[in-house]
């Protein structure tokens, strides 16, 4: 006689695995922000690796983490918004300034986004696993 398939515990048994899978993508997202994003090793702008400099000999007042030659271009950017910076570098042109703009935009929604409600819950559906 054929085996009886309990039709409930198949039901339990996919919403289980739909369950865990869920966890697991929101759990993977959570990480790769944080891993990627974040990483004190690596320079925020074009994620080259990074010595930890002292706090003494950290660049005071910069609000990212940058590579040297990233820093340098931030600093340019910075004295360029303010009607300055070396014209002899002619490169740093409008184009250059929009990508700056951009990528600091790209920034503040980031900070954003780690501080909005939504995130929050699924930092907290996380926690209580």
């Known amino acids: 006689m054929a085996e009886v398939i309990d039709l409930e515990a198949k039901k339990r048994r996919d919403e289980d ?3 865990a899978q869920e966890r697991s ?7 790769h922000m944080f891993q ?6 690596k320079c925020m702008k074009c994620g080259s690796q990074v010595e930890l400099a002292p ?4 660049e005071p007042g910069l609000p990212y983490r940058f590579c040297q030659s990233c820093r340098e271009e931030y600093m340019e950017f ?4 303010h009607g300055r910076g070396d014209p002899n570098c002619y490169w740093y042109n ?3 300034m929009e990508v700056w703009k951009a990528w600091m935009h790209y920034q503040d929604a980031l900070g954003r986004y780690q501080i909005s409600e939504e995130f929050r819950r699924l930092m907290e ?5």
Request: proline share 0%.
């Open 36 to 41: 990627c994003s974040w990483c004190a090793m």
């Open 125 to 129: 559906e996380i926690k209580g696993r």
């Open 78 to 81: 910075l004295e360029r918004l």
């Open 17 to 19: 695995r739909r369950a």
């Open 55 to 58: 706090a003494e000999t950290a």
């Open 94 to 96: 409008r184009e250059w």
């Open 25 to 31: 993508r929101k759990m993977e997202s959570v990480l």
